[in-house]
């Protein structure tokens, strides 16, 4: 089973995806294969009008799959959202999965605070294994400030990779 854990802030440009990536390249530096699951509550596009996997979709295909030597997408029509673990499954070939979103999940999650931009932690304590922070929080969860990202992936490490 391939370790999974959510990275959360309960509010946008908290800075989630800066840390998320921070902590991607930290794990690469340290030989980890890295997975990503991006939620995205809104509609996306990642075909383009007039491309040929487009042109497949807008005859109709289901599932249309691009492939070439360096990489692969597989763009599916969903009737209804997959659950995260449907997603989890299709992942393979890695050491570890991030989530960024799925702050209603049920996996272990690293919560982005801001202050000013958030006004308090989202996550009930046995949800979170770490905060991300530039403030104190009452809490007895180990805190990294913005710039611990080594700390935090030494934890990352312990908490899912030995």
């Not at 304590?125 to 009452?138: G, H, K, M, N, Q």
Request: hydrophobic share 35%; glycine share 8%; aromatic share 8%.
């Amino acid at each position: 089973m391939i370790p999974v854990f959510s990275v959360i802030g309960s509010k946008s440009d908290v800075g989630k995806t800066t840390v998320l990536c921070k902590i991607i390249r930290e794990l690469k530096d340290r030989g980890y294969r890295v997975g990503t699951i991006k939620h995205d509550v809104h509609s996306f596009e990642i075909d383009h009008p007039g491309k040929d996997t487009w042109k497949h979709a807008q005859a109709g295909a289901d599932v249309v799959a691009i492939s070439s030597p360096k990489k692969m997408a597989i763009i599916e029509k969903l009737e209804e959202e997959y659950r995260l673990d449907d997603i989890i499954q299709k992942i393979n070939n890695v050491d570890i999965i991030i989530t960024e979103g799925y702050k209603g999940g049920d996996k272990p999650k690293l919560e982005v605070f801001r202050q000013g931009i958030t006004d308090e932690i989202y996550s009930k304590d046995e949800e979170l294994f770490a905060i991300i922070t530039d403030t104190p929080i009452d809490k007895k969860i180990p805190q990294f400030g913005f710039g611990e990202i080594k700390k935090t992936v030494d934890l990352i490490e312990e908490t899912f990779l030995k």
